[in-house]
């Protein structure tokens, strides 16, 4: 889980694969926070993630991003007994984007589980399609699960 709740403006995250050229996830004003971001997401262990923390239209500002992981990897919920009802399948594919930045942009700091990083978009640069300044972060999970 990402969670900006604690941030001082209105706060977008975007996961993106490790190389930026496929984004994995995006979420506005998720959770229990008003206009703040809380996202849960079922990552795989030992896989390098970029978190972008961007604001909604043009908001800066600073911004904490609290990281809290499984302790373990999920279990299975057991076997059920009743009658299956089928239901066609819905696939979400990730987005792939083509950015054109100007510049290459790594991340600008990295994170782990159980960490909170305190940053600001003020001054940052616009790079990867949103209508704010972004900053990314880096995120290797280290056990599977939300």
């Not at 896989?47 to 972008?52: A, F, P």
């Not at 589980?113 to 616009?126: F, H, L, M, R, W």
Request: some cysteine; glycine content about 6%; overall charge negative.
């Amino acid at each position: 889980t990402f969670s900006t709740c604690d941030s001082e403006y209105d706060t977008w995250i975007r996961v993106f694969s490790a190389d930026m050229s496929t984004e994995l996830y995006s979420c506005d004003d998720c959770g229990p926070c008003d206009t703040k971001t809380v996202a849960t997401l079922v990552l795989s262990a030992g896989t390098t993630y970029n978190i972008l923390v961007e604001g909604y239209a043009m908001s800066v500002g600073t911004f904490r991003v609290k990281v809290t992981c499984p302790t373990s990897a999920p279990t299975s919920p057991a076997p059920s007994t009743a009658t299956p009802t089928t239901i066609a399948p819905t696939t979400i594919a990730p987005t792939t984007v083509a950015p054109t930045p100007t510049a290459t942009f790594p991340p600008t700091a990295a994170v782990t589980c159980s960490e909170t990083i305190t940053g600001s978009t003020v001054d940052a640069p616009n790079m990867y399609g949103g209508h704010s300044p972004e900053r990314i972060i880096a995120f290797t999970a280290d056990t599977t699960g939300e």
